[in-house]
């Protein structure tokens, strides 16, 4: 069973303190590794896809990373508009499912004060 | 473009009550999804459409009925609420039937009394 496992469960930073989450997984094969951030009372917003180890995407303060098990989402220099849960998921291979399951952590809730 | 648009935004049941929660999307996305966000659980797959014309189960599809009533369009129905199925809903739309991220919709809170 495919499995995500996000760390810390919440945050608390000063704005400009630098930092990072942390997304385990364990899947069946790797297809795909998602990040969305999720403001209270709406929807997960897209940020990034990873699709192998090594791979690196940033936008603006945020860049994620990926390696064979975990994928990091770093925060540098963070203002109090990047407070938000911050949720990842894992697309894996399943037996020749095409119909995209993703699989998600439950979430790190970062607040950043000023 | 609107995106993925779900209505109503919020809505209050009596145990019992049937309901259909409207999802439709604007991207010309080939497959959607139902999913339900509870404290604690995450966010958990109910059913999907991996293209028109089609619908099947996710993890927790028990008590709820789909209809992908054209391309733009997925529904999701309760026949008879229970109080165990109150909790956020968020529909989302891809663009094809393999890999690539999904998007969401802002979601109805749903109660069950």
């Known amino acids: 069973e495919d499995q995500v496992t996000q760390s810390p469960e919440a945050l608390r930073l000063q704005e400009g303190e630098s930092s990072s989450l942390n997304c385990s997984y364990t899947?069946?094969?790797?297809?795909?590794l998602f990040w969305y951030r999720q403001d209270p009372g709406k929807g997960p917003e897209f940020l990034f896809t990873?699709?192998?180890a090594g791979e690196e995407k940033e936008k603006e303060r945020l860049k994620a990373t990926l390696t064979k098990k975990e994928s990091f989402l770093h925060i540098t220099a963070p203002k109090p508009e990047d407070s938000a849960t911050y949720l990842c998921?894992?697309?894996?291979?399943?037996?020749?499912?095409?119909?995209?399951?993703?699989?998600f952590g439950q979430g790190t809730i970062l607040t950043v004060h000023p | 473009n609107a995106g993925v648009t779900q209505t109503p935004k919020f809505q209050v049941l009596k145990t019992g009550q049937s309901m259909t929660l409207q999802c439709a999307q604007d991207?010309?996305?080939?497959?959607m999804y139902w999913y339900r966000q509870d404290p604690g659980m995450g966010l958990r797959l109910i059913y999907y459409?991996?293209?028109?014309?089609?619908?099947d189960k996710g993890e927790v599809p028990n008590g709820y009925n789909v209809s992908r009533l054209n391309k733009r369009e997925f529904s999701l129905r309760l026949e008879s609420a229970a109080p165990s199925q109150t909790s956020v809903y968020f529909c989302?739309?891809?663009?094809?039937?393999?890999?690539?991220?999904?998007?969401f919709g802002p979601g109805t809170r749903l109660t069950v009394t």
């Open positions: 989302a739309s891809r663009a094809g039937t393999g890999l690539g991220e999904q998007y």
């Open positions: 899947v069946s094969g790797l297809r795909g």
């Open positions: 990873l699709y192998s």
């Open positions: 998921a894992v697309q894996a291979e399943a037996g020749g499912t095409s119909y995209g399951k993703l699989t």
């Open positions: 991207m010309n996305h080939n497959s």
């Open positions: 459409s991996a293209s028109e014309g089609t619908t």
